[in-house]
């Protein structure tokens, strides 16, 4: 496509219920990050996967949290038992290398999740 | 662990007036580089300017400039000729050659005066 698509926009969910969270990156990047912005706050990595790679699952906050990618094509974020601390805006991002060439990560326009 | 820290949670600049905003970083690492990043109401990230450590010259985008201090690990961004359109949030971010993330700071919310 002709950017990252994110679906849903935004997602209304209660306390305890599981949400899916989706990235369409750009096709071709080989690269794919999943950023949480909390209200007012800067961009907390969370996930990144490459390629084939095992993903670097790092900043991933509790066991709660998981992501899955296949290839280089979608990617799903996947929150268990959403908490109201959960509540965020999630950004995703592709490139088709890493940063430290002429290449820049390309984000999408983020999933506002509000829990209730 | 790096770190990036924008000491202006919120800055305000007349249309055509000049503005800087201040990041500082810390890092032990001399391979790196450094964004500002764009963010407005949509949502979506938009880097404005990029600047790799080893380069002494200071990135300069159309009326978007740094001024890179690598000794004091400083990274101001200067907005010249402040447009509406100009209004986001502006997020510094450091990126170290040998890892595989952006490491972003916290923000600095830009309000543009007709």
């Known amino acids: 496509g002709a950017g990252v698509s994110q679906s849903p926009s935004n997602k209304v969910t209660e306390k305890g219920k599981d949400v899916e969270l989706r990235c369409d990156p750009i096709s071709g990047h080989t690269a794919l990050y999943w950023y949480r912005q909390r209200l007012g706050q800067g961009l907390e990595f969370l996930i990144y996967?490459?390629?084939?790679?095992?993903?670097?699952k790092s900043g991933l906050p509790s066991d709660r949290f998981s992501a899955e990618r296949t290839g280089e094509s979608v990617s799903t974020l996947t929150i268990q038992r959403t908490q109201q601390e959960d509540s965020a805006v999630y950004l995703c991002?592709?490139?088709?290398?890493?940063?430290?060439?002429?290449?820049?990560?390309?984000f999408g326009s983020g999933t506002q999740l509000s829990v209730l | 662990a790096q770190t990036v820290t924008q000491s202006q949670p919120e800055m305000s600049v007349q249309e055509a007036e000049t503005v800087t905003l201040s990041c500082t970083y810390d890092?032990?690492?001399?391979?790196?580089?450094l964004f500002w990043y764009k963010q407005p109401p949509s949502r979506q990230m938009i880097l404005v300017i990029r600047?790799?450590?080893?380069?002494?010259q200071n990135a300069t985008e159309n009326r978007f400039s740094v001024n890179f201090q690598k000794a004091a690990k400083s990274f101001s961004l200067k907005i010249s000729d402040s447009q509406l359109g100009d209004a986001a949030m502006y997020f510094c971010?450091?990126?170290?050659?040998?890892?595989?993330?952006?490491?972003f700071g916290e923000g600095t919310q830009l309000t543009v005066n007709p």
């Open positions: 971010a450091y990126w170290e050659t040998s890892g595989s993330r952006l490491t």
């Open positions: 996967f490459q390629g084939n790679s095992a993903p670097d």
């Open positions: 600047q790799e450590a080893y380069k002494q």
């Open positions: 991002a592709s490139s088709s290398w890493a940063v430290t060439t002429n290449e820049k990560l390309f």
């Open positions: 890092t032990s690492e001399s391979d790196y580089y």
